[in-house]
């Protein structure tokens, strides 16, 4: 139900609770029993994404609070650069080059697949630079997730892995990823990538 442009937003086990006003176990039952689509936290707490909510809420014929209706309207931000690597030497070594290359964007950094869902949620990035094996979260279904309607304005992800295999890269890039990189990183390469995403995705020639 992911729609053009939508803003990522994730509710815990009781925000959903409260919304469908039921106490916190009937959502955790609802998610053990595969009727509500949730992942878990590093820290095993279940995080619900918004369309995955909203299809719930819809299906049983339940009232859509406002809130959820607005994400329809949010759009990306095309000036924001999410880096997501659990490496925090290569994490910070992307962050400066990115900001020397890129000095009016705003380069925000996620070591987990939980922090990247609260980042991109709070400020749903354009471009989205992610390692694909994350402690928290598998790259993979995070990307379907992100990339799942396949159109033009849904963030641009650049998939990376220390693992130059070329299964992996063909699997990502039908997950939806829009390049894939193995490490060590070709920085100028990745530089010139992204320049290419933003004149597919903006119609910026960089």
């Not at 994730?10 to 919304?19: G, H, K, R, T």
């Not at 994400?71 to 000036?79: Q, T, V």
């Amino acid at each position: 139900m992911a729609k053009n442009g939508k803003k990522v937003r994730i509710f815990s086990a009781l925000e959903v609770a409260n919304i469908c006003g039921v106490v916190n176990q009937t959502t955790i039952n609802w998610i053990k029993n595969g009727h509500l689509k949730a992942f878990i936290t590093p820290g095993g707490q279940y995080r619900v994404y918004a369309d995955d909510l909203i299809d719930f809420l819809s299906s049983r014929g339940m009232r859509i609070p406002e809130e959820l209706e607005k994400l329809d309207d949010e759009k990306l931000a095309w000036n924001i650069i999410l880096v997501v690597d659990d490496d925090e030497d290569i994490n910070d070594l992307l962050k400066r080059y990115l900001l020397k290359k890129f000095p009016d964007y705003t380069v925000l950094q996620a070591y987990d697949g939980f922090e990247a869902g609260k980042l991109i949620s709070e400020h749903t990035p354009g471009i989205i630079i992610l390692d694909i094996n994350l402690p928290g979260i598998d790259g993979h279904k995070l990307c379907q997730k992100l990339k799942e309607n396949g159109n033009a304005q849904s963030p641009a992800i650049i998939a990376i892995t220390g693992l130059n295999d070329p299964i992996e890269e063909q699997e990502i890039i039908r997950n939806g990823a829009d390049a894939f990189f193995a490490k060590p990183l070709d920085l100028e390469q990745l530089k010139h990538k992204i320049l290419d995403l933003l004149n597919k995705y903006r119609g910026e020639d960089g």
